[in-house]
Each structure stands twice: as C-alpha cells, then as structure tokens.
C-alpha cells in the first residue's frame, strides 16, 4: 500500500448540488444566506477531515428561462465567498477554504489583497479557484457591454495571477523585524514594487499586506475547455473536473498531467479532482429510493427549462411529460458532442420527456454514484488507484444531510482501506494537500545573486 | 435626564493610535496581521457595550520620507476590512463592525456584494465607511496616472453610493417565499433590475443576495471638507471627525447638522461621533506619566517626519532636537490654518524641536484627553451635553491595552452618570444607534402606486 492519500473537497453549494435540493426536507432551505448553516457544514467537513470546502460562484443573477422557471431556481441570493469563507475561518482550525473568484470581473489587487487577508486570518487555509466566468449576463454588472470571449479571457487570467502573485511577494518573509528596542519596524530593502505594465493591467504595488502563510494561497482551477487546461497546466495546483465514466476521467487525467513539464512542472504539483455526487444508503435499494424522491422534486419547469440547451425554440407547450419527445432536434454540429450522446440514449431508451430532464438535470453533468457506502468507496477507489483522480470533489445532493452521510459513512470505509488520512498531517492547506509553499520570487533572485 | 445617551465607537488601528503604539509593551506587536488580537479586542468592546468597532484603511502603502524613517512605520501591513471584520462577525453577537472602504478604488457592484454579505453574516451589524481615500500613493495600484482631484472624487462618491444603495434594494424584503409544496422559490416580481448609467458607472445589476437585516448597512462617513460634509449631509448616518476643542466640535456639529434639512433629513438622522484618544491613569499623575512614557517612545526620524508638513524642503540634518527650532518657516497661505496655530504656539511656549514633533506626532490631530476616568468622563459629558458630539469614536493610544483600561474605568463612570447603555437595546447595529430601517425603493414605490 502506498503512502498516496485521497484528498478530498466538499463542494458547498447551499442547498446541495441537486437542482431540487432546496424542496428535500434534509436541506437548509435559506442557505445561501444563512451562515449557521455555513458554519454547521464546515465543521462537519472538517470532522470528517476533509482537505477544503469550496464555493463556485458567479458576480450576478443568471435569469433563465421565464418568470415561472426562474421563481423555481434556489440559486439566487448567497454569499460573496471571500467574506464567506472569512468568518468561518475563526470558528474552525483545519479545514481549508476554496474560494471563487472571477479575472474577468474583479481588479487584480483587491483580490491579492482580500485572498493574502483571508490566508492571514486562517492561518494558512486559503485558496483561490480561478475562472473566467462562463456567465454571459454579468458583464452589465461592471459596465461591459458583452460578456468578453474566452479568448480574451483567458489571455486575461494568465496576467491577472502572474499580477497578483507579484503582489502577494511584495514583502519578503523575513521582512518584519519589529524591534521595539531599536525602533526599527520592518526592512525596506525587503519590500518590492512590482511596477507591473501589460496588455491588460497596471499595477504598481506593493501590497499592503505581509507575505501570508502559505506563501501564495493554493490555486485552484475549475475549467475543463483546452484554455482552461493550458491556464491549470501553467498556474494551478489542482484542477476540478467533471467526468461521468472511468474512461473519460482518465484521458483528462493524463492530458493535464501531461501539459506541466513544458512549464517546468512536476505532475504531482497538480491535483486531479473530478466532482463526485454521491447519494448513501445502507442498503442499494434505499440508495436508490433516496435519488428516486430527489428527482421527483424536479418541478416540470425546471425540468424542461434543461431540455432548453437542445429544443432551442421550443416553449414545451403541450407537450406530455410522461410520453417520449414528440419529435428530435438535430445536434449542434461538432460543438458539443454530449448533446448527441444524451440524444442517441433517450432515443435509444425510448425515454419519456420527464425522463429525459431528469436524467439531465438530476446530475447537471456531474458523475453521480448511488449505492452502500461500500460501492461508494469502490467507485472512488477504482478512479484514485487508475490515474483518474488524486482525489474528489464531493458534492453532496443535499445539505447538511448528505454531507453528513458521507462524514459518517463513507469516511470510515475509505480509513479502513488506508485511502484516506485518520487525522490532518500539516496546520496548512498546501501542508495538508501536500504542496510546497512557494519561495518569495525576490528571496530567489537574492538567493541566485549570492550564489 | 434625559434617555439620549452617548454612542460609542473603537477605533482599532492596529497597534493603537498613537504612533509610537507599537513599541510599547502594552501593544500587541504584529497585531495588523494578527486575529487573535482582532479577536481580543472586539470582544473587549462587545464587553464595554460599545457599539462598535472601526478600521481606517487605505488601498495601498504610503511610503512617506526617507528609508530610515519609513522603516520604522508601524502601518504597513494589515487586513482588507471586509475580510477582518467578517471573521469576528462570527465569534461576537453585539458589537457593529465599521469598514473603510474607497469609492475612488473600489467597484460599486463588488462592494455592494461584500458589505451585504457581512451585513448578513453579522445578523445586521455592518456599517460601511465611505471615504475617498486621501493618500496620493494608491492610485499606481489601480493603473491611474494620479490621484484623482477632491472635486472628481467627491462627485464619484455620491453617484457611487446611489449604485450601491440601488444594488442592495435588487430584492425586496418579502421577495423569498421558498415553499417547498408548490416549488416556488422566489417572487420574480419583486427582483428589481438597477439599470443605472451615469457620468461615472454602468451598472446594471441586480446584485445576487437578498436584502439584508438592517436594509442597508449603516453609512459612515469621516471626512470634514467642505465636500465631506455635504456627502455627509447627503447620505451618512454617522460622521467621524476630529477636534481638539469644545468651541469647534460645536461649530461643527452645528453646521452638519444644519445641512440636513435641504436633503428632508433630521437631524437625528446624522449622528456626530468626534475621535477622543484616552490616556487614562488612576491619578492625573499617573496619566501623565503614562503619556510621557508613550511619547518617549517617538523615533526623533519619525518625529521628524510629521514636521516635514511645516518645514517642507528641510532635511533637519544638525539640528539640536533639544533646543527650539533654528528658524521657523512661513506658513502656507489660508489653506492650512491648522499649521499657522502649531507654530505660534511652538514659538510662544519656546518649544524644543523635540518638544513640537512630540506634540504633533502624539496626538495626530486628535483630541488627547491625559487624566482619571473622572476627567475623562467630564469632558466627554460635556461634548456629549453640549451640541459638539453625539457619541465618540475612541482611539486607545495603546491596543489592547489602552481599550481594556477604557472599558474597565471609563465605561463603569459614564453608566454611573446614566450617560451610557448597561445593556445592548437591540439586536442590529441600527437598532443600538437608534437609526432607522431604510424602506426598499421600490416597495416604496409599490405603496405609493397602491395609495
């Protein structure tokens, strides 16, 4: 048995990653804005000795579908995750915590600043997933007349972090002398300007914030597009992913674990961890009931509203849920491949339209695994050991239940095959994650000049 | 007696308010990266029934006179207020948290997010602190050229703060109905879409988070220009300043408070809280000494420093620091009448340079008040009763110490006097400053429509 260990990822999606998670009655149904319920699952995952919670996130209200559909969605009013993240920081010790932010929408030296106070205050638990957003109805929220194109995005975000982890190193880590005798508070000659100028950003610096715990918070990825991949191969130190089969899990495995030696990289300086949706039972059969009851919640709007990515200009009126789709659009040529996997499987099938959505909207593209905590842990175990993951992202369906189920279930299982740790290693992420801290790029250059 | 009784703010800067803080043993020596220290003293406040605490801030590091005097700045390193303040939100259930933040550097959309976000973690007890930002060494942060000018900055401001309050009023407060029976999760109608173009931002909003506990969070504003006031007058709840006598706090308070009414405000709609820095002995002798203590502490280059305002191109090499000065320059004509005061007085007392540095770079420019808790009292009654304060913003010259000893002697005399809470009275920052809950706009609008 080798010494590699399961890292693992609560992902926190307020009520839970099912779309009808806000009707179960094991969910907290104001969660987005109730910080109880934050607190109560942070603390859970951290019992259940968890490496990081995390947040997605998106800077607006993503109005889709009409008024009737929309009044459905539970995803509308929740927290900023930094200031989230921050006051759960002082009411837990270990946990790390993974924090979205956006480089098309935010300014890169608020986000330093606000990432290095959050590593401050939890003493070196903080990391920062990186996107570019992929929501095309914010940009108005900043004053853009459209959404910018991924190109231009991630060419953003590649000079965005370079920015920021210039202002994260613009003290030095022995910088504080703070010597009250002698009066002398900090060395200056240990203090930077970073004088940054390019085709996006200038900044000067310095921060006004001493270099943090962890040196850099850890970077975190969540794209899965070719641009995503190349931003993750170059910066990040893990990446989350959605696979649904073994197969596919383990083709992106090796293409990013592939693309690092170009920058100079190792590939264990870059964790693989794929979403898992796990629904628990004791037995296969209540499992199955469980997933059952949460994908009768889906209300029929909602429902449908995710058939909307195939029948483009269909309004469903009429249409009768409980019968097959009255007739088959054409896929979007090439573009999207699992449009014509999903088709050829209700076609083939012969699903109803209730089917269909649910099948759909049920896993929102996510691999969702129903089953004994033992299957669980077979399922996980077979992609950690097969070089399709160094670890998951669990993202349970409903919250605070479902977390709990897999704290108290699944947890032990994988202990008892030596997968997964029995207490936290380190008293940081990168520690826990088994990252290196990052050397201070200037302490390197001092370094380099006296050798 | 009346039931009016005094507000009460903490005023945190780190180490404590006076300048030498830092060297002090009574000072917690890294406390601008430290949350234990947060921690303490905001539950030290909570414990004196304050109403709450408050954070300067600047986005940026000021690098004022040589390397040698700048090494030995105690200011150089601290915490995004938003991010500090949420973390003690979560460990107190009182005290209010006031956080600086700057309408000239900061983005209206992402700003209204983090302070509703607080204003809902804390159940209510955030307050915002707008300010322009004065340093003029920021602006390379944010890739502007320079400064911007008072007159660009202050118009900004007002049309920032009508975003921002636009942005926290997206959701009415009733717009949640959540009802897992019939699926419903909010009501479309009362989401309301800002749309605001002006000459300084377009924004369209709506922000996603609901309306928080106290509508908006409490608006603060601590500037005392002559465009300070009116923004102020127009949009503030409470007003931090700084006088050293009861004759000009009154003139100001008169003034603020009589340009309420061309907005249709009260004027106990606007609450005047003047900083006191309390240097607090069980004898006026023991007071004393304490204060001489502090202001031995001053580094003749950082007391220097602050003369560096009425000496401008002097580098003060060979001057006898116990002696007056070798020559005293002309003051700035009618723009600073403040300095014109210092240096009659420097030559009518027969200062030592010593002598005057001390006095100008111990105070700040703030009221300094050496003596027993009863002298202290006293003077704060008399403001308070008097029409030059509603309330103060107390400034320990030394944290936590200085706060401890305020809460511990102080707070216990003004209770005796009735001129000071013995419980908290509500459960917002709102409801213990007496300030009401602003109205949705457009609920407003909706009862008017209905009238």
Redesign the interface.
Known sequence: MSDRKLRLGAFIMATGHHI?A????GSQ??SG?N?DHY?EVAKTAERGLFDQVFVAD????ARRGQ?EA?????R?????P???W??????TRHIGFVATASTT???P??LA??FA??D??S?GRAAWNVVTTGAEDVH????LDKHPDPELRYERAHEFIDVVKGLWD??EDDA?L?D?QS???????K?HTLNHSGKH??????????RSPQGYPVIVQAGSSEPGRELAAATAEAIFTAWTSLAEAQAFYRDVKGRLAKYGRRPDQLLVLPGISPVIGRTQAEAEAKWAELQR?I?PS?GLGTLRALWKDEDFAGWDLDAPPPYFPEPDKGRNSRQHVVLQLAKREGYTVRQLYEYLAGARGHWVVVGTPEHIADQMQAWFENEAADGFNVMPPVLPESLNEFVDLVVPELQRRGLFRTAYEGRTLRENLGLERPVNRYTLERGAKAA
């Open positions: 009808a806000w009707r179960h009655p149904i104001d804005v910080i607190i998106s800077p607006g209200v008024a929309f009044s459905r969605q539970g509308v009013s929740y927290f900023e930094v200031t989230l921050s006051a759960l920081a002082a009411v929408y935010e300014d030296f608020l600043r606000k106070s959050l401050h205050i003493k108005g929220n900043f004053g613009s003290f504080f703070r009250p009066g002398v508070y900090f060395d200056p000659d203090l950003f200038k900044v000067s610096g310095p921060l006004n914030l001493e919640l209300h909602v």
